[in-house]
């Protein structure tokens, strides 16, 4: 084996699309079988097209094809941006390393670090630069980072396997009838194919906020947990055992007894050091 293939953790990435989850709406379902039956890592269009530098708009030197390894990553990705696409807002409603793990692309080390990158370079540096999407990306001021890219697909991406931007206009209208009978249905006013993307568009935002909140609490409690932790042991079970005394009424605690009070600091004690060392379950 070339050190080439111990290399790519998986050589054949499939979509594997997640459980439970609603129907898609028929030009979805047509789009992806389009998609998998048209080998989209090799469109005409991946010779055709100059790639372009995201932030300079210059044009990117490429002297050779996609290798097998990222056409594979290709194929799969293609088919879960399509399965998550939103037809209203050409949102894709899924992150990154969402797509990555229904993908097959993720990576996790022996020490339990999860990697995209495969997806994520996947993305970057050839379906965006090409084209095929755009990715924007928001700055999260209270975590100090960035919140996962809200990605959109652009017309050039459907004409990988034959659609037109004909036939994705005629989908949107399609789907806006469907979203008007609903609200119609339930005594609403209907709305334009502009008023529908902006709410898929709010709708994307508000998620992702919900997601920054419940990220930015994750981080408040391991910060104080790795405080609490990086003290004496005893300090920090004496700190536990007082906090604990004060959230019990003196009723709870005689009912506890002395062994009880002690079982609760131990499950608190070793409670917080799991999550001082736990990683941000993105999902």
Request: aromatic share 8%.
């Amino acid at each position: 084996m070339s050190l080439r293939k111990k290399y790519i953790n998986n050589q054949n990435p499939i979509f594997t699309p997640p459980k439970n989850d609603k129907r898609r709406p028929a030009f979805i379902y047509f789009a992806m079988k389009r998609a998998s039956e048209i080998d989209v890592a090799r469109s005409e269009l991946n010779y055709t097209i100059q790639p372009k530098n995201i932030k300079t708009g210059l044009p990117i030197k490429r002297t050779r094809r996609l290798n097998e390894h990222r056409a594979c990553a290709m194929r799969a990705m293609v088919l879960a941006m399509l399965y998550h696409f939103n037809i209203s807002s050409d949102l894709v409603q899924a992150s990154v390393e969402q797509l990555s793990d229904e993908c097959g692309l993720s990576t996790v080390s022996k020490r339990g670090n999860k990697s995209i990158t495969r997806a994520s370079r996947l993305i970057t540096e050839f379906m965006e630069p090409m084209g095929f999407v755009t990715c924007k990306k928001i700055w999260d001021k209270v975590l100090g980072n960035y919140m996962p890219k809200m990605i959109t697909l652009t017309p050039l991406f459907f004409m990988l396997f034959d659609i037109s931007e004909i036939k994705l206009t005629n989908a949107k209208k399609q789907q806006l009838g469907w979203i008007n009978k609903n609200l119609i249905s339930k005594g609403l006013k209907p709305i334009t194919i502009s008023e529908a993307k902006t709410k898929a568009k709010d709708t994307q935002m508000r998620n992702l906020f919900k997601y920054r909140i419940s990220k930015h609490t994750f981080y408040k409690k391991k910060r104080n947990a790795q405080r609490l932790i990086a003290l004496d042991e005893k300090e920090a079970r004496q700190k536990i055992l007082r906090a604990l005394v004060g959230k019990y009424s003196i009723s709870e605690l005689t009912k506890m007894g002395p062994s009880g009070l002690k079982k609760q600091v131990n499950i608190s004690y070793y409670y917080l050091r799991k999550i001082a060392k736990n990683t941000y379950p993105d999902n």
